[in-house]
């Protein structure tokens, strides 16, 4: 596939040299220095690039949107037309200190993020896994049981581009339904923060589910 990064920060610059790595060709866009891009694609390998959030987004069939929520305008805006584009977002809808969320209950940031732009094809995916277990996830794949990775949306062909994209970096995808189960994933990912980053293991967290018969 070809996807493009909206966010080449810890998520999508980690995320998006592994998905270069898995074979996907790769177009890092949006950080604040041109350079830091060049460098990210040419340590990807493969058919990795820099570019602008309009180059990324222009041929892809799948964006990956990693940026802060107080950055959505300008990062949108500077994509372009993303009509019929599938947009997976990893960004969770904190405030300004990180410390909250800032929708949530009745709605999430998935969804908040679809209506502004309603023609957009928008799925929830890899926000409830921290950076820094991404690469380690990618490593052990194919040796034992793969950690989950919970994921959601409306529509099933987008949810096929996100899934693959999932199992393309070593994780077990798991449909968590329509968008608006983000209400729940959301938070269940500011847990999983919690438990990596005040936890007295570091970081480096994944989860599994398992479900049990009688
Ligand atoms: N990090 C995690 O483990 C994690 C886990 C789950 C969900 N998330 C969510 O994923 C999203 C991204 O998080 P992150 O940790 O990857 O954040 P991050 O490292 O700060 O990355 C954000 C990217 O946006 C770029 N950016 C910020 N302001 C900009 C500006 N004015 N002009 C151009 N580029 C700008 C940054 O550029 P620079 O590279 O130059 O700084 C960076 O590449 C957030 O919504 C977060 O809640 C993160």
Redesign the pocket.
Known sequence: MRVGIL????????LGTLFARAGHEVVFS????RK?LEELAREAGGRARAGTPAEASAQAHALL?????S?FD??LKQAGDLAGKVVV??????NDD?SALVVGLASS?AEELAKRIPKARVVCA???????VLFGVYEARGKGARPSLVYCGDDSGDKRVASELIRDIGFDPVDAGPLRVARYTEPF?LL??QL?YEGKEG?ELAYRFERFRK
């Open positions: 966010g080449s920060g810890l998520m999508g610059g980690k949006y950080a604040r220095r830091k949107l990693a940026v802060h929520w950055r300008d990062v977002t990893c960004s969770l809808p904190m990180n940031g890899f926000n409830t896994v921290p950076s820094e990912a999983v923060g990596a970081p």
